[in-house]
């Protein structure tokens, strides 16, 4: 499978028509952005580590019975995915306050919840991705009652997942936020999972392990993304 012309970029990965019209090409960049944008640089080695880390875990999450988009790595940056049509969400499932969490309450990062909380905020940017009821998200037919229980069911075994997953590898999984998309009439899991969606604490330090380094500008940036690939890897 080749790439054909590019349809779209976006801030960490370009996009790309193939010959196949239900498959396209994602390449993944180097390119940063936080604060909706504000705050732009590079992470030399991303793409390859969010690209790579991505499909381990995409793969892994189908043989818990979560559809993805992932057909087939191309090389270091580049997968073949089904090409699905997104829906405008971003789903948050955290497992411990941080980030706008902490700031919305006015509450200190780190405190562990019985149970992980979700919620969903409304994709777009020009809005700087408002928070968004899971009844103002069936008003605005962005999606179906039944594809919002799906959703949630999908998000919790990948919660449940992951969070046993990186325990392994001596990460916390504090938060994360995935995006689903449409194929063939039902929800799968797109877009990508990786440092730069997901909070990752040492479980020894509790060192932040993801792309808080970047927004916060907390140093060895590149080195951390290197090593959770290498974690995730098992080598
Ligand atoms: N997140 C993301 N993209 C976004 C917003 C959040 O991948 O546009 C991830 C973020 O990396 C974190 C989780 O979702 O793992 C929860 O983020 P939060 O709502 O706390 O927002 P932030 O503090 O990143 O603004």
Same mark, same amino acid.
């Given at each position: 499978m080749r790439k054909l012309e590019q349809l779209y970029e976006g801030k960490a990965k370009k996009v790309f028509r193939t010959d196949d019209p239900k498959k396209l090409i994602v390449d993944y960049k180097d390119d940063a952005t936080a604060f909706n944008g504000v705050k732009k640089g590079q992470i030399v080695g991303k793409g390859v580590v969010n690209n790579t880390m991505s499909n381990i875990l995409f793969q892994m999450l189908e043989t818990k019975g979560v559809p993805t988009? &992932?057909?087939?790595? $191309?090389s270091d940056r580049e997968t073949v995915v089904k090409a699905v049509e997104i829906v405008p969400l971003e789903v948050i499932v955290r497992n411990v306050s941080a980030g706008s969490f902490a700031k919305r309450y006015g509450v200190e990062e780190?405190?562990? &919840?019985d149970r992980p909380s979700f919620e969903t905020s409304y994709k777009n940017d020009d809005l700087g991705d408002p928070l968004m009821c899971e009844s103002h998200a069936l008003a605005l037919k962005i999606v179906t009652e039944e594809q919002l229980e799906t959703i949630k069911k999908y998000a919790l075994i990948i919660n449940d997942t992951l969070k046993e997953f990186f325990l392994e590898k001596g $990460?916390? $999984?504090i938060d994360f936020k995935i995006e689903f998309g449409l194929y063939d009439g039902e929800i799968i899991l797109a877009d990508e999972i990786s440092p730069d969606t997901c909070r990752l604490w040492d479980v020894e330090t509790n060192e932040k392990m993801d792309k808080d380094r970047f927004r916060r500008d907390l140093g060895n940036v590149e080195e951390t993304y290197a090593e959770v690939l290498r974690r995730v890897k098992g080598n």
């Open positions: 988009h &992932f057909v087939e790595q $191309l780190g405190i562990e &919840f $990460l916390k $999984l």
